[in-house]
């Protein structure tokens, strides 16, 4: 069993423990198109991971990334969210629905968009001090940081 695996055990409990009566757990991250199309090929990898119902739309705006379905009928939603400032407009919407929003690349915008609806972005070097996209290990890390920072 890869190390990747035990974190995202780990999530189960955690995300159940910080909303025991909702449906959904909702975790957004903010970067790049790029960044986020490599997130989402390694969680995908992780098999604790399954595509969202819904096919990643075209244009650079908030989408599903991946959802963790856990017992109960939880789920652990990871939510994209294109650092591209021609949407920034849709972030505040997208975000608000977030328990936790991570940042993998620093925004004036996407700070303003947080302001807005009363958040803070954690940082995800802060959260994951070795973290790369790329690396199933580093983003179960990630995931788990964020879930145990989410707020309900």
Known sequence: ????????????????????????????????????????????????????????PRAAVPHALAIMPLDDGLDLEV?????????APMWPLALCRANAVVRLDAS???????????????????????FTEEDEDEVATLIRAAAERARV
């Open 1 to 56: 069993m890869s190390d990747s695996s035990d974190r995202i055990k780990g999530v189960r409990d955690v995300v159940r423990s910080i909303a025991p009566e909702a449906a959904r757990v909702c975790i957004a991250v903010c970067a790049t198109p790029e960044r986020i199309a490599t997130l989402t090929r390694a969680m995908l990898r992780m098999g604790s991971f399954r595509p969202p119902p819904e096919v990643a």
């Open 79 to 87: 939510l994209g969210v294109p650092l591209d400032e021609t949407y």
């Open 108 to 130: 004036a915008t996407l700070e303003e968009a947080c302001a807005c609806i009363g958040t803070d972005a954690l940082d995800a070097k802060t959260l994951a001090p070795t």
